[in-house]
């Protein structure tokens, strides 16, 4: 569990985005994005997806690294085994 809320968290660190600018861009409650941040619980598909656009709302670079972090490095970068 958790690969989204540590992208996220690791995100909003490297960022000093809060959580709660996160919440009001997607229109839920903070908790929701406390509770990914903390491993907690998982967001759907349909979250990570709203959490990408939140995120590039308030900062383009800091969503692309969101993607990046959460769905790995693409095939040619280095990264097979």
Do not use: C
């Amino acid at each position: 569990m958790g690969r989204a809320g540590k992208a996220l968290k690791q995100v909003l660190d490297n960022y000093g985005i809060s959580q709660n600018q996160v919440a009001v861009k997607m229109g839920i409650g903070r908790s929701n994005i406390y509770r990914w941040v903390h491993e907690v619980r998982d967001p759907g598909a349909e979250m990570v997806i709203q959490l990408r656009d939140a995120l590039y709302q308030i900062n383009q670079t800091a969503a692309e690294e969101f993607v990046r972090l959460y769905l790995g490095n693409p095939p040619g970068d280095g990264d097979e085994d």
